[in-house]
Structures are given as structure tokens and as C-alpha cells.
């Protein structure tokens, strides 16, 4: 385990998610395209929040996913990502495995798109800054790794604490899988059953809403984006930021970044048409 966890015991794990579905209770947010986390309201995870993904038969795709996901909290924390502690196991039941991610739950009060709607514009900019640093150190070493990785670091994957951006959205594991693999990824694991039915007459469109999380300018330039819609009386602001961001920190892309950031960018078409569809609503994803 890349963080050096205590062993996760899977009987107790088993036995709050029973309790968990048995009381019907709710989840901490209902944005999650794969899955609706949920924090335990008693017991010895009471300060975990627990995610628990969709089990396709395929072993060897469940193994190859657990060693992904591995791989892939072990490279956001050498790239200097901070994370709440974060452990995947693959949780036997009903004769199948299924994927469960235990995370260390964050304060409410944290979570940085609630924050951004409800704060100052001195105090959503500091915000930005924070995440966007976080951005700037994932890319300014991700070259280290001779493997396909990509990062998906939007305002509602943040939580930010004492000044730090905490990033805490580790599935899919953006790592080793070519982009087709992800593409099936999307559709094999979303929830969404109305996805699972017409994901595949529309692959190429599901296929690309990844593109964006393998891009170093369009991460930054998605940032912004988000920012522009949750405030967007503030939109001039951020993307004075955002120019002013990327050639001091990340000055590879520049060239890119800015381009995108001449106006308030705005989400693809098709994506926004998938989100209405499938009811997903604008709350973090933790």
C-alpha cells in the first residue's frame, strides 16, 4: 500500500457497507460519476469516507485495476500531490470482488467548491492559487514516468486546509491504461445505468471527456473554467489569474494555456448534454 496503511479489515469494511445499504443511508455527494461516496455515520470507520465501485467479472481486469490504482496514489505522492490517506482493496462478496476505495474523510468545511461559491473573491483566488499549484508541481514531474498518466484535478476533487490544496480523486487510476482502456473504463464502471446502455453508440464522445484529464494546459484551463461558472461575476478575475499562473509556473504550455484562457472557457457540449442525462449534480466528488 503506497501510504503505508494499517491492513484494512475487510470483515468490518463488509459489515458497514451492509449497514450502510440496509439503512438506505446518503451519500456525501451525488456528483460521483462512478459511485456515491458515503461516510459511516458510527463504528470504526466513522472517519473514513468509503466509495464502492461497479465489479465486472474479469479478474484480471480487477487485478490489473488494483495495481493501477496502487501505482497511481504512489506516483500523485512523489509527484507532491497532497492526499488524505487513501487504500483500495477488492472486497469479497457474494462470490465476487469488488472494488472499494477507504478514504480518510476531510472537514466539510474544507471542500473547496462550496468554499469557492460562498467566499470573498480575495479568499477564491487564494484557493485557486493553492490548487493551482498543486496542478503545476503533477506536471512539472510527471516526465519521470515512461508510462501513459494524466490528472484530473477539478475544483470539486479539492478540498483546501490551512492554505493547502488537498486533492483526494483517485479513480479511474490514471495510469498505464491507453486511451481506449480508459474510454471502456468509463463506460464499464459508471454507475449510471442509462450511461452503461447508451455509452456505447456514443464511444468516441464518452472516450474523449478523458482527453482533458492527459493535458497539462487543459487541466489549468479546466480549473479556470469551473471557477468562471461557479462565480462568473468574478470570471475576468480568474482568468487574469490563470494567464498570470501559467507562465509563472507552468511555462511549457503556456502557449496553449493561454489561448484557452481568452475567454471564459466553457464545458463540451456533449458533456454537459451526458451530465443533464444522467442527473449529476454540481457537488464535490469526494
Known amino acids: 500500500m503506497p501510504q503505508n496503511t494499517p491492513q484494512i479489515d475487510l470483515e468490518a469494511l463488509a459489515g458497514t457497507i451492509r449497514a450502510h445499504e440496509a439503512a438506505?443511508?446518503?451519500?456525501?455527494?451525488?456528483?460521483?460519476?462512478?459511485?456515491?461516496?458515503f461516510r459511516p455515520a458510527?463504528?470504526?470507520?466513522?472517519d473514513k469516507v468509503i466509495k464502492i465501485y461497479r465489479a465486472?467479472?474479469?479478474?484480471?481486469?480487477?487485478?490489473?485495476?488494483a495495481q493501477a490504482h496502487d501505482d497511481y496514489v504512489a506516483a500523485l505522492i512523489a509527484t507532491g500531490v497532497p492526499m488524505p490517506d487513501t487504500q483500495f482493496v477488492l472486497l469479497p462478496q457474494g462470490g465476487a470482488r469488488v472494488p472499494v476505495i477507504i478514504q480518510q474523510a476531510l472537514p466539510e468545511s474544507s471542500?473547496?467548491?462550496?468554499?469557492?461559491?460562498?467566499?470573498?473573491?480575495?479568499?477564491?483566488?487564494?484557493?485557486?492559487e493553492a490548487a493551482g499549484l498543486v496542478i503545476a508541481r503533477f506536471w512539472n514531474a510527471a516526465d519521470r514516468f515512461d508510462t501513459r498518466i494524466g490528472f484530473h484535478p477539478s475544483i470539486r476533487n479539492f478540498a483546501v486546509l490551512d492554505g493547502e490544496a488537498i486533492f483526494y480523486d483517485s479513480f479511474p487510476p490514471l495510469i498505464h491504461y491507453s486511451r481506449e482502456e480508459m474510454g471502456r473504463m468509463l463506460l464499464t464502471y459508471s454507475d449510471k445505468r442509462?450511461?452503461?446502455?447508451?455509452?456505447?453508440?456514443?464511444?468516441r464522445r464518452v472516450t474523449g471527456i478523458q482527453d482533458e484529464w492527459y493535458s497539462p494546459p487543459e487541466t489549468l484551463v479546466g480549473l479556470v473554467g469551473s471557477a468562471c461558472r461557479l462565480r462568473p461575476e468574478h470570471a475576468e478575475h480568474y482568468l487574469a489569474w490563470g494567464r498570470?499562473?501559467?507562465r509563472r509556473e507552468m511555462p511549457r504550455w503556456a502557449d496553449e494555456a493561454l489561448e484557452g484562457l481568452r475567454e471564459a472557457?466553457?464545458?463540451?457540449?456533449?458533456w454537459t448534454g451526458f451530465r443533464k442525462l444522467l442527473g449529476l449534480q454540481g457537488e464535490p466528488n469526494v
Open 24 to 37: 438506505q443511508g446518503q451519500p456525501v455527494s451525488r456528483m460521483g460519476y462512478f459511485c456515491a461516496p
Open 42 to 46: 458510527d463504528g470504526p470507520f466513522s
Open 56 to 65: 465486472p467479472g474479469d479478474a484480471a481486469a480487477l487485478d490489473r485495476l
Open 111 to 128: 471542500l473547496m467548491r462550496p468554499r469557492m461559491q460562498a467566499e470573498g473573491l480575495a479568499s477564491t483566488l487564494e484557493m485557486m
Open 194 to 203: 442509462l450511461m452503461r446502455v447508451i455509452g456505447p453508440f456514443m464511444r
Open 244 to 246: 498570470d499562473f501559467v
Open 265 to 270: 472557457p466553457r464545458l463540451p457540449g456533449y
